[in-house]
């Protein structure tokens, strides 16, 4: 446990003040099926450990992948997994990523045709 001015560190759940909009969309990302870096040093505070994201995701394919991890990691076990499963028909969801001090995290997109992927950064957890 982390110790700050002599007491154990808090952390605080933050909601996000403006919800407008969509902090990134399709034309953010590259779609090749490979990890890439999504910067959110703009978006997020200085401290964040997690950051809540929701994403709308919807493809003219059978089957397509939108997944996100912590910044470094690569494996196939600790990331967050969405798949497109039926053409045409659009999902929501939410996931909880960790964040580096970079404020950094990971994402991997099929390349195949999507008609949208919409994600906002809706909350995050600090230090």
């Not at 990302?29 to 040093?41: E, R």
């Not at 929701?54 to 059978?62: G, H, N, P, R, V």
Request: proline letters at 3%; glycine letters at 6%.
């Amino acid at each position: 446990m982390e110790i700050v001015n002599g007491q154990p560190a808090v952390l605080r759940f933050e909601a996000k003040p403006d919800q407008q909009s969509y902090d990134f969309t399709q034309t953010d990302f590259t779609k090749d099926y490979n990890y890439h870096d999504l910067d959110l040093s703009t978006k997020i505070p200085v401290g964040t450990v997690s950051v809540t994201l929701w994403c709308a995701i919807k493809s003219s394919a059978e089957i397509g992948e939108v997944s996100f991890a912590a910044s470094g990691y690569t494996g196939e076990y600790l990331k967050s997994l969405n798949f497109v499963q039926v053409a045409g028909v659009g999902k929501g969801f939410c996931i909880d990523i960790p964040v580096k001090t970079d404020r950094k995290i990971r994402y991997r997109i099929s390349n195949i045709v999507w008609v949208y992927i919409n994600v906002n950064i809706v909350a995050w957890l600090v230090k």
